[in-house]
């Protein structure tokens, strides 16, 4: 079992990676079918006339950041599968885990955000731990924050997600 | 005149948030997962969920979860409640057939120095009594009829 967390992982913890622009813009089919995902009835997203006195103006579920920053199932002339949250992934592929759930999620809301706004985000790896056993497996827990920006540079919130790469101990 | 639903005078520390119970369906697992965009495996495959994850079906994901707790607490706040902060915690995955329960308690009710009203509410989320994941969240609440925490930015909103 490895203690220590290798120097080029280490090298990584508290750098920007991935700045990148969504591919689409915030819209307005999306931000329906998640609040009838979870029957949300808030009529800031359903009613422009409450969105206007409140928030002047339609906004996205603040909870849907992530949303905006997922790549396309598939895109003309890729030639590499895309992934969110690559820094989760590079990690996985690093250490030789194939398989990787999250256990805790932090999320802060700053601007709303609104149809047609263009997301930024950026991701940081916070920390890596020594490797550790639980139910599902043997592997390693990370810390990875999520940036993402308005168009106007403006931060409209940061997610920090715990990922707990594992290869199973009965495979 | 839109009504507020709540302010702050409304709620105090160990107030109890009405309890939301919903039926999990395939159906919940895969619309959530489509609906945040997550095209991983495990959210609709049932074979690659038992196979490869090691899990007994498809399961709800991350986001998915943020949405159904943000639906909770608005729906106990009105529109005029602005969501600061979430953190969760997953200790076990919510599978179709699973009755989830949502249940809040207020912890804390403060203005800060801004004169924003913030109230502190755990929200655990339950399959037969058993915790599947629980949620600190930190939620915003008007201080008076015409306030609005929508309009707060910059050194005015500190979440």
Redesign the interface.
Same mark, same amino acid.
């Given at each position: 079992m490895s203690t220590t967390v290798p120097a080029d992982v280490e090298a990584l913890i508290d750098k920007v990676q991935y700045e990148e622009e969504g591919e689409f813009p915030v819209e307005r089919g999306?931000i329906y =079918?998640?609040?009838?995902?979870?029957?949300? /009835? +808030?009529?800031?997203f359903w009613d422009d006339a409450?969105a206007a006195?409140? =928030? +002047?103006g339609p906004i996205a !579920?603040? =909870? !849907?950041l992530?949303?905006w920053f @997922?790549p396309h199932?598939w895109a003309p002339n890729r030639t590499h599968e895309a992934l969110?949250l690559q820094v989760h992934f590079d990690l996985k592929e690093q250490f030789g885990l194939p398989?990787a759930? !999250?256990?805790? +999620? =932090?999320?802060?809301?700053?601007?709303?955000v609104r149809p047609g706004d263009r997301l930024k985000t950026r991701q940081i790896l916070r920390s890596v731990s020594e490797e550790k056993t639980t139910k599902? /497996?043997t592997g390693r827990f990370w810390v990875i924050d999520v940036e993402y920006l308005n168009q106007r540079d403006e931060l409209v919130g940061v997610e920090s997600?715990t990922g707990f790469g594992y290869r @199973?101990d009965?495979a | 005149m839109i009504a507020t639903k709540l302010s702050l005078a409304d709620v105090h520390a160990g107030d109890t948030l009405p309890e939301l119970a919903y039926d999990v369906t395939a159906t919940t697992v895969v619309l959530g997962a489509l609906a945040a965009r997550d095209w991983r495996p495990m959210h609709h495959d049932h074979d690659f969920a038992v196979n490869r994850n090691g899990t007994k079906d498809i399961f709800l994901n991350t986001p998915n979860q943020a949405a159904w707790f943000e639906r909770y607490l608005t729906d106990w706040s009105g529109p005029k409640g602005r969501l600061g902060r979430m953190k969760f915690r997953m200790k076990g995955s919510v599978f179709p057939g699973d009755r989830m329960v949502l249940a809040g308690t207020v912890e804390d009710v403060t203005t800060d120095e801004g004169g924003c009203g913030w109230v502190t509410v755990l929200v655990r989320l339950t399959v037969d009594g058993d915790l599947k994941t629980d949620c600190t969240a930190r939620i915003a609440l008007p201080v008076t009829d015409d306030d609005n925490p929508w309009t707060r930015r910059g050194d005015q909103w500190r979440p």
């Open positions: 999306y =079918t998640s609040c009838a995902s979870v029957e949300n /009835g +808030n009529p800031l409450v006195e409140i =928030t +002047n !579920m603040p =909870t !849907m992530s949303v @997922r199932h969110p398989e759930v !999250m256990t805790d +999620n =932090t999320i802060v809301f700053y601007e709303p599902l /497996g997600y @199973r009965d | -």
